[in-house]
C-alpha cells in the first residue's frame, strides 16, 4: 500500500483512457504524456497502459508502505533516479520535487494500483468526472498483483521537451486569412498559466478568421487547434469535450502530443505546418 | 463529400447530405483499420489505426460506403419512448416565442419521432433531431448554472435530455425520470446514434 502525504498542485491516476467511446460522449482522457506512462510500466514490467500516478508540477508526497518498485518518468523531478526502476523498502519516503523543465511526472509501481475501472479505464476525467477523484492527502493506493512481466533496467528514451510540435493544416484552415498558416509556423507562442488537462491554451498574434460566428458543432480529437473568436489557439487535451464550433486551423501529429502534455505556462512554442492533400 | 485532413490519426468527412451522416458511419464501421466514427452536426470524424490505413485510403473507402449506404433500404427501428413531465421553467416562455399555448407547445413536441444525430457536451448527452422547425428557438443568453438531471429542453434545430445536473443554456420544457447514463450498463448511454425517440407526457 502507498499512503498520499501530499497530492502536489495535481496527481491523479491516469491509464491508457476510454479510447474508442466518444461517439457516446466519452472523452478519451488517460495520460496526456503516453510515451512517458508506457516507459514507466514498461520499467517495473507492467502492462504498457496500467494506470500510474500523473503528477502536475510535482509536489507529491508518498509513503510507501510495504515493499515497492516503483519508475518514475516524464518531467524529471530532483532528488529521484529517472526512468530507472527503484526498489523501495517499506516505509520509504518519496517526494517529488518541482521539475526544471516539463510539467507531467509518472509514477507507475509493480503490479499497477488497484482501483475501480469505470468504461475500462482507471483515469480520472478533470472535465466529466468520470473515474476516481484526483488524489488528495490521506488517500490509500493498494498495490496490484505482482505482473508476468519482468523489471527493465533499459531506461530507454525519455520525454522530450524541445518546444516544437509538428501540425498538419485543416481542417477549418479556409476559415481562416490566407496568412494565418503562415503566421501559426512563424510566431512564438506563449503557453497561458490557465492551461490544463482539457487545453493547452496559446497566447500570440491572434489568428484573424475570414468567417464570423460559429460551426455546426463537430466532433474533435486531443490535439486540435481550436480557435476562439479572440484568434487565439488551444491545443485540446485529453479531458476536452468531444464536440465544438471553434473552427479547428490544424492538428498535432499523434506522436508530438506527449510534448503538449509537457507545456508549462511561460514555454515557448512554435509549430511546423504541413499541409496534407488527400487523394 | 468533401474530405478533410484533422491530423494523422482522423479525417473528417462532410457528406453533401446532412442525413447521410449515420447511414456514413454505420458504413465505415467494417472498413479495414477504422478504429471509431464519431458523429456530429454535419460530418463524420473518422479515426483510424495509422499502421493499417492513411487518409486516402480512407477516403477510398468511404467513397464505396457512401455508395453502399445510399443503396441500403432505412432499418426498421425501435423507439425509446420517454415519459416525461411537462412543467419545464422555460414552457411558458417558448410557447409565447413560437405562439402557440402550453397545451399546443406539448402536443407538438409530443407528435414527432426523433433521431440521436450524434452525442457531445457530456457523457451521454443526445443531440436529438427532428424537432419541427417551427419549434427552434435560440438557446438563452446567459446558460443556468444547474440544470437538474432528466431535463428535456430544446434549442436551434435540436431537442435533448441532460443526463446529469450540468451547467447548460437549453430551454426547458420538462423533465423525465428515465435512466440517460448508467455506468453498470453497457452501453452507458441510453440514446446512442441512430436510437429513435419519442416523448411522451405524463
Same mark, same amino acid.
Given at each position: 500500500?502507498?499512503?498520499v502525504?501530499?497530492?502536489g498542485?495535481? %496527481? /491523479?491516476l491516469?491509464?491508457?483512457?476510454?479510447?474508442?467511446?466518444?461517439?457516446?460522449?466519452?472523452?478519451?482522457?488517460?495520460?496526456?504524456? *503516453?510515451?512517458?506512462?508506457?516507459?514507466? @510500466?514498461r520499467?517495473?514490467?507492467?502492462?504498457?497502459?496500467a494506470?500510474?500516478?500523473?503528477?502536475? $508540477? =510535482?509536489?507529491?508526497?508518498?509513503?510507501?508502505?510495504? !515493499?515497492?518498485?516503483?519508475?518514475?518518468?516524464?518531467?524529471?523531478?530532483p532528488g529521484?533516479?529517472?526512468?530507472?526502476?527503484?526498489s523501495?523498502? !517499506?516505509?520509504?519516503?518519496?517526494?517529488?520535487?518541482?521539475?526544471?523543465?516539463?510539467?507531467? +511526472?509518472?509514477?507507475?509501481?509493480?503490479?499497477?494500483?488497484?482501483?475501480?475501472?469505470?468504461l &475500462?479505464?482507471?483515469?480520472?476525467?478533470?472535465?466529466?468526472?468520470?473515474?476516481?477523484?484526483?488524489?488528495?492527502?490521506?488517500?490509500?493506493?493498494a498495490?496490484?498483483?505482482?505482473?508476468?512481466?519482468?523489471?527493465? +533496467?533499459?531506461?530507454?528514451?525519455?520525454?522530450?521537451?524541445? &518546444?516544437?510540435?509538428?501540425?498538419?493544416?485543416?481542417?477549418?484552415?479556409?476559415? $481562416?486569412?490566407?496568412?494565418?498558416?503562415?503566421?501559426? /509556423?512563424?510566431?512564438?507562442w506563449?503557453?497561458? /498559466?490557465?492551461? @490544463?488537462?482539457? #487545453?493547452?491554451?496559446?497566447?500570440?498574434?491572434?489568428?484573424?478568421?475570414?468567417?464570423? #460566428?460559429?460551426?455546426p458543432?463537430? !466532433?474533435?480529437?486531443?490535439?486540435?487547434?481550436?480557435?476562439?473568436?479572440?484568434?487565439?489557439?488551444?491545443?485540446? =487535451?485529453?479531458?476536452?469535450?468531444?464536440?465544438?464550433?471553434?473552427?479547428?486551423?490544424?492538428?498535432?501529429?499523434? +506522436?508530438?502530443?506527449?510534448?503538449? #502534455?509537457?507545456?508549462?505556462?511561460?514555454?515557448?512554442?512554435? $509549430? *511546423?505546418?504541413?499541409?496534407?492533400?488527400?487523394? | 463529400?468533401?474530405? *478533410?485532413?484533422y491530423?494523422?490519426?482522423?479525417?473528417?468527412?462532410?457528406?453533401?447530405d446532412?442525413?447521410?451522416?449515420?447511414?456514413?458511419?454505420?458504413?465505415?464501421?467494417?472498413?479495414? #483499420?477504422?478504429?471509431?466514427?464519431?458523429?456530429?452536426?454535419?460530418?463524420?470524424?473518422?479515426? $483510424?489505426?495509422?499502421a493499417?490505413?492513411?487518409?486516402?485510403?480512407?477516403?477510398?473507402?468511404?467513397?464505396?460506403?457512401?455508395? !453502399?449506404?445510399?443503396?441500403?433500404?432505412?432499418?426498421?427501428?425501435?423507439?425509446?419512448?420517454?415519459?416525461?413531465?411537462?412543467?419545464?421553467?422555460d414552457?411558458?416562455?417558448?410557447?409565447?416565442?413560437?405562439?402557440?399555448?402550453?397545451?399546443?407547445?406539448?402536443?407538438?413536441?409530443?407528435?414527432?419521432?426523433?433521431?440521436? /444525430?450524434?452525442?457531445?457536451?457530456?457523457?451521454?448527452f443526445?443531440y436529438?433531431?427532428?424537432?419541427?422547425?417551427?419549434?427552434?428557438?435560440?438557446?438563452?443568453?446567459?446558460?443556468? %448554472?444547474?440544470?437538474?438531471?432528466?431535463?428535456?429542453?430544446i434549442?436551434?434545430?435540436?431537442?435533448?435530455?441532460?443526463?446529469?445536473?450540468?451547467?447548460?443554456?437549453?430551454?426547458?420544457?420538462g423533465?423525465?425520470?428515465?435512466?440517460?447514463?448508467?455506468?453498470?450498463?453497457?452501453?452507458?448511454?441510453?440514446?446512442?446514434?441512430?436510437?429513435?425517440?419519442?416523448?411522451?407526457?405524463?
Open positions: 500500500m502507498i499512503e502525504l501530499a497530492p498542485p495535481l %496527481t /491523479a491516469q491509464d491508457g483512457g476510454r479510447a474508442g467511446l466518444a461517439a457516446l460522449g466519452v472523452p478519451r482522457s488517460g495520460a496526456f504524456d *503516453r510515451a512517458a506512462l508506457r516507459l514507466a @510500466n520499467l517495473v514490467g507492467n502492462p504498457p497502459d494506470p500510474a500516478l500523473e503528477a502536475t $508540477f =510535482g509536489g507529491l508526497d508518498l509513503l510507501v508502505h510495504d !515493499a515497492a518498485t516503483v519508475a518514475i518518468t516524464g518531467a524529471p523531478c529521484l533516479d529517472h526512468a530507472a526502476p527503484l523501495l523498502p !517499506a516505509g520509504t519516503r518519496v517526494r517529488l520535487g518541482v521539475p526544471p523543465r516539463g510539467l507531467r +511526472s509518472y509514477l507507475a509501481v509493480r503490479g499497477g494500483f488497484a482501483v475501480e475501472h469505470v &475500462g479505464s482507471a483515469s480520472t476525467d478533470t472535465l466529466s468526472g468520470l473515474g476516481p477523484a484526483a488524489l488528495r492527502a490521506g488517500d490509500r493506493l498495490i496490484g498483483p505482482e505482473p508476468s512481466g519482468r523489471v527493465s +533496467s533499459a531506461s530507454g528514451g525519455g520525454a522530450r521537451f524541445d &518546444g516544437v510540435l509538428r501540425v498538419i493544416a485543416g481542417p477549418r484552415d479556409d476559415w $481562416f486569412e490566407p496568412g494565418a498558416l503562415g503566421l501559426l /509556423a512563424s510566431a512564438a506563449t503557453v497561458r /498559466a490557465d492551461s @490544463n488537462r482539457i #487545453g493547452v491554451r496559446l497566447d500570440g498574434p491572434p489568428l484573424a478568421r475570414t468567417r464570423a #460566428g460559429e460551426l458543432s463537430e !466532433a474533435t480529437l486531443p490535439g486540435a487547434l481550436q480557435v476562439p473568436p479572440d484568434g487565439r489557439p488551444i491545443v485540446l =487535451g485529453p479531458d476536452a469535450t468531444l464536440t465544438g464550433g471553434y473552427p479547428v486551423v490544424a492538428v498535432v501529429r499523434d +506522436s508530438d502530443l506527449d510534448l503538449a #502534455g509537457q507545456l508549462r505556462p511561460g514555454d515557448v512554442v512554435r $509549430f *511546423r505546418v504541413a499541409a496534407q492533400a488527400i487523394r | 463529400m468533401i474530405v *478533410r485532413p491530423g494523422d490519426t482522423a479525417v473528417l468527412v462532410e457528406p453533401d446532412p442525413a447521410a451522416v449515420l447511414a456514413l458511419r454505420e458504413a465505415v464501421a467494417d472498413v479495414a #483499420g477504422v478504429l471509431e466514427a464519431v458523429p456530429a452536426a454535419r460530418t463524420l470524424l473518422v479515426r $483510424f489505426d495509422p493499417v490505413a492513411t487518409a486516402a485510403t480512407v477516403r477510398a473507402a468511404l467513397d464505396g460506403a457512401l455508395a !453502399a449506404a445510399r443503396s441500403r433500404p432505412p432499418e426498421p427501428s425501435v423507439a425509446v419512448e420517454l415519459a416525461v413531465r411537462y412543467d419545464g421553467a414552457l411558458d416562455a417558448v410557447a409565447g416565442e413560437v405562439g402557440c399555448s402550453v397545451t399546443a407547445l406539448i402536443e407538438r413536441h409530443t407528435a414527432a419521432v426523433y433521431t440521436v /444525430a450524434f452525442c457531445g457536451f457530456s457523457p451521454g443526445a436529438l433531431s427532428g424537432l419541427e422547425p417551427a419549434l427552434q428557438v435560440a438557446r438563452l443568453a446567459s446558460p443556468r %448554472t444547474s440544470v437538474p438531471a432528466g431535463s428535456v429542453a434549442a436551434g434545430e435540436f431537442t435533448g435530455v441532460y443526463p446529469r445536473s450540468s451547467p447548460g443554456g437549453w430551454r426547458l420544457l423533465r423525465t425520470d428515465a435512466d440517460l447514463w448508467d455506468l453498470r450498463r453497457t452501453p452507458p448511454a441510453l440514446l446512442a446514434p441512430g436510437t429513435r425517440v419519442r416523448f411522451r407526457p405524463r
